[in-house]
């Protein structure tokens, strides 16, 4: 994360295609911590028990992927990444969506003092670990100091 970017953007995704749960910066601003009202929705999702997964898509994860245009993908709710699509799109906020991620069993994967390399090419900004908690299976001991340099793989921290 460079000061360029934080400067710049008044909310960044650590993917291309839509808002992650795991990792979406807002400028700390007043416009930027009312943005949740700009969905028309706001109410029933703060209101019901249930999960919209309202900070991402409201479970429409592939027709982003897909990259279809934010007003093509019909959800129950607008999520948010309806809401800063559109406000994007209208120049009311900058967005930056950029694929900084890595998700499911990718292995090969390299921590170097804060550093997070991938195939021994690619700089990321993090792993998320939703799926891979999943399937590690082995006790944490967690008096451990964590070492500076480890590899994660598929299944398995080395």
């Known amino acids: 994360m460079t000061e360029e970017l934080l400067n710049k ?6 993917r291309h295609d839509y808002l992650t749960g795991c990792f979406a910066l807002y400028r700390n601003n007043p416009t930027m911590r009312e943005l949740f009202k700009q969905s028309k929705d706001y109410r029933k999702v703060f209101t019901e028990e249930r999960n919209f997964f309202f900070d991402e898509t409201n479970f429409a994860f592939k027709a982003f992927e897909k990259g279809l245009h934010y ?7 607008e999520s948010m990444t309806h809401v800063v699509r559109r406000l994007q799109e209208t120049r009311q906020i900058k967005a930056y969506f950029e ?4 998700e499911g069993f990718a292995g090969n994967m390299l921590w170097d003092k804060g550093t997070l390399i991938y195939r021994k090419e690619y700089e990321a900004m993090l792993y998320h670990l939703v799926r891979f908690k999943r399937k590690f299976s082995e006790p944490v001991d967690l008096s451990k100091q964590i070492p500076e340099k480890f590899h994660i793989g598929r299944t398995k921290i080395y």
């Not at 953007?9 to 650590?14: L, R």
């Not at 007003?71 to 709710?77: A, G």
């Open 71 to 77: 007003s093509k993908i019909k959800t129950e709710v």
């Open 99 to 102: 694929f900084q991620i890595i």
């Open 9 to 14: 953007y008044d909310v960044i995704s650590a």
